[in-house]
């Protein structure tokens, strides 16, 4: 430690001799000044002398020990100015104490100690703010690229300055613009804040700007939207920074700008979860999750893991997605045991197996079908799948007295248009049956779609997009609610905890985001040009899409849960005995494929539901 120490003062050798240096100036200046710069008269200019060794050698000490020598003189802050303030105000206080002991002060006029401490702090932080000086004027004549940033609060300035200490320095910041009116016309490191956002064109023209920044971390998705469309406009190139809790250190540099991204436009605000009433809640519990493979499953896995389990039974039908998400999450962790299991909730006696032989205790019921216009023509595979496979799970966790049932649902279960949502609405009537009948709590959490899970429209883009074209939409006004994954589960997770049964979470979505908007945003980030580079087309709704999406139906009144991203939806009252007989009547006729008493069936546990045309379909459109 000593040897390190002594290698850095080394290395640090020149600086500690310009401080000493000024230190000598300093005291026999302040001798100077105290005889308005005559020659010193005898016995002080002895004394002055004498005192020198020592108030050299005290002087040192004290910057050492406060790291005044640390400070890189090209990058000096107020806080570099502070620890040299304070190391000269603790050492003129030493001098003084070491002199009165060894002469009790003869020969030392009173004003040479506040004299001395006031031409050392300027001696010592002058050369340093001229250094710094120069080297920004020396970096000043290099710059590439001109460039406007949005944002004039605190993330603008550290870009700014952080441009300016740059070496070479690539980016040349012409000016600001602010949403906010109270700062036009003011100027941040001789930048002046020329209008607004939406001035961005106008500027990006008469500036011949070849870059806007958008500096501002804390936009909402809304605001950054709006920010991206002006530049768009401008048909100038832009970048951004991190979302403020993205940026690590707290501080703005050009390190951290990227590019656009989709969760940029479509982000919603952080999640505020109650970790510590999760925890409570799955903490040493040996929780099931079906369809754990799937997008949703998967990363309900992952968060409910950091929950401390004490034991996740993982039970999927895909042999490979099993494979892929067992791994993952045995490489998180070597405190919980993961159990993956493969098998089909239709499939009672394997799911009985399981519950007779590992005992969950908390089950989240995630296996489903969902890709609307594939199931649309395939009723008793959706029937059964999404229905009865929820009737087995839910049967067997009642018997055996499970804590707690969450069913995963849909936004499509209200007022169904689709067989997928008339198959998830019957499943949540299944879970309300059984929780009237048994001591299980059954929880129903309804979302909308989520970004990036299997079958979502976003992958979907990509892919055209990577193709060349075109992107398929439905139609010029669908609007579709999005979450990302990460948010759904922990919202699931909270929502599955707050309930005494029965009862129908609903979580807020936010605003409707339309999907041709989605698409050419999708393009544009892509850094192509929408219709020019990669048409747009329109293809016409599927059977069983609607233009938008409804997250709760008329009957089920809204009440607040103590949680902002988290509603109450009042149930809708079911008859268990007949729902659950109904069910029994489904599972009979899916195994006679009789598509007729399927469609009967359907009929009475989702009366809402149009039937519709599905099986005089042909063919089936991957749009969107």
């Known amino acids: 430690m000593f040897k390190a120490q002594l290698h850095y003062l080394i290395a640090r050798r020149f600086v500690l001799l310009h401080d000493l240096t000024m230190v000598g100036v300093a005291w026999i200046g302040a001798y100077w000044l105290r005889f308005n710069l005559y020659q010193i008269p005898e016995p002080f200019n002895t004394q002055a002398y004498n005192a020198l060794p020592l108030v050299c050698v005290l002087q040192l000490v004290v910057f050492i020990v406060f790291?005044?020598?640390?400070?890189?003189?090209?990058?000096?802050?107020?806080h570099d100015l502070m620890t040299v303030i304070k190391g000269v105000i603790f050492g003129a206080a030493g001098i003084a104490g070491a002199i009165f002991l060894a002469t009790r002060l003869a020969a030392v006029p009173r004003a040479v100690l506040p004299m001395y401490a006031v031409l050392l702090v300027g001696l010592l932080c002058g050369p340093r703010l001229l250094y710094r000086l120069f080297r920004e004027r020396e970096i000043s004549k290099v710059g590439d690229k001109r460039v406007l940033v949005v944002g004039a609060g605190v993330a603008g300035d550290m870009l700014v300055r952080d441009f300016k200490r740059a070496r070479p320095r690539v980016y040349e910041p012409v000016a600001f613009v602010d949403d906010d009116a109270q700062k036009h016309g003011r100027e941040i490191h001789g930048l002046r804040v020329l209008g607004s956002p939406s001035d961005i064109a106008m500027l990006v023209d008469r500036l011949n700007i070849d870059l806007v920044l958008l500096a501002i971390p804390s936009a909402t998705a809304s605001e950054m939207r709006r920010a991206v469309e002006y530049c768009e406009e401008a048909g100038a190139p832009f970048r951004t920074l991190p979302k403020v809790?993205?940026?690590?250190?707290?501080?703005?540099?050009?390190?951290?700008?990227?590019?656009?991204?989709?969760?940029?436009?479509?982000?919603?605000?952080?999640?505020?979860?109650?970790?510590?009433?999760?925890?409570?809640?799955?903490?040493?519990?040996?929780?099931?999750?079906?369809?754990?493979?799937?997008s949703i499953g998967s990363e309900l896995s992952r968060q409910v893991l950091r929950a401390g389990p004490a034991q996740l039974i993982l039970f999927e039908k895909n042999e490979f997605n099993l494979y892929m998400i067992k791994r993952v999450l045995e490489q998180a962790t070597d405190d919980v045991e993961v159990v993956a299991l493969l098998g089909d909730v239709c499939d009672h006696a394997a799911v009985a197996h399981l519950f007779k032989r590992y005992k969950p205790e908390v089950v989240f019921h995630a296996a489903a079908y969902k890709h609307v216009p594939l199931l649309q023509r395939q009723a008793r595979e959706t029937m059964k799948n999404n229905v009865i496979g929820t009737r087995t799970v839910a049967a067997l966790a009642s018997d055996y007295s499970i804590e707690s049932f969450v069913l995963i649902s849909t936004d499509k279960a209200v007022n169904p248009s689709s067989m997928m949502g008339a198959s998830k609405r019957a499943a949540e009537a299944v879970c309300v049956a059984f929780d009237s009948l048994s001591e299980t709590r059954f929880t129903i959490v309804r979302f909308g779609n989520v970004l990036g899970s299997a079958g979502s429209v976003v992958p979907l883009f990509a892919r055209q997009i990577a193709e060349g074209g075109p992107v398929t939409v439905t139609h010029p006004e669908m609007t579709r609610y999005f979450m990302t994954l990460a948010e759904a589960s922990q919202l699931i997770l909270q929502a599955s905890l707050i309930g005494e049964g029965s009862e129908i979470y609903v979580l807020n979505m936010g605003e409707p985001v339309n999907i041709a908007y989605l698409a050419r945003q999708m393009i544009l980030l892509s850094g192509r040009l929408p219709e020019k580079e990669v048409e747009i087309v329109f293809t016409g709704l599927r059977s069983g899409e609607k233009l938008k999406e409804e997250l709760f139906h008329p009957e089920e009144v809204l009440s607040d849960t103590g949680y902002d991203k988290i509603l109450l939806a009042a149930t809708r009252s079911v008859d268990a005995p007949t729902v659950l007989?109904?069910?029994?009547?489904?599972?009979?006729?899916?195994?006679?494929?009789?598509?007729?008493q399927i469609e009967a069936i359907i009929n009475r546990l989702v009366p809402e539901y149009q039937w519709g045309e599905w099986n005089h379909m042909e063919g089936l459109d991957e749009t969107a």
Do not use: M
């Open 67 to 78: 790291g005044v020598h640390r400070g890189a003189w090209r990058f000096t802050s107020t």
């Open 245 to 294: 809790t993205d940026i690590i250190d707290g501080a703005a540099t050009v390190r951290d700008l990227r590019d656009v991204e989709l969760d940029d436009l479509l982000g919603r605000q952080p999640v505020e979860l109650d970790w510590s009433k999760i925890e409570a809640g799955l903490s040493g519990k040996r929780v099931l999750i079906t369809g754990s493979g799937g």
């Open 581 to 596: 007989q109904d069910c029994l009547a489904l599972e009979q006729a899916c195994s006679d494929y009789n598509e007729l």
